[in-house]
Nanobody
């Protein structure tokens, strides 16, 4: 099993920045990729970004050029650096680890005020 703990959410003004963290523990050797998703009120969960075990990074169109996913393998932590935030980025952000099954974190709230 894999346990994921997210942190770093909060309230920020439009144009500001936040960095989210997702610390993994447990069977981390089994993780193929990790990603960030978000869910705004009344909307479906949306994929934001992913990073594979070999370090390849992928981004959703709505965040490309503004968000960066990266990792610290020594800390078993994946980060999401969010710059130029917009009110439409407001959502609960979830971390996911992909193994033979998917594991999700508890989510962290990001609120961007206009």
């Amino acid at each position: 099993q894999v346990q994921l703990v997210e942190s770093g959410g909060g309230l920020v003004q439009a144009g500001g920045s936040l960095r989210l963290s997702c610390a993994a523990s447990g069977s981390i050797f089994s993780i193929n990729s990790m990603g960030w998703y978000r869910q705004a009120p009344g909307k479906q969960r949306e994929w934001v970004a992913s990073i594979t075990s070999i370090g390849s990074m992928y981004y959703g169109d709505s965040v490309k050029g503004r968000f960066t996913i990266f990792r610290d393998t020594a800390k078993n932590t994946v980060y999401l650096q969010m710059n130029s935030l917009k009110p439409e980025d407001t959502a609960v952000y979830y971390c996911k680890a992909v193994t033979s099954v998917d594991y999700w974190g508890q989510g962290t709230q990001v609120t961007v005020s206009s």
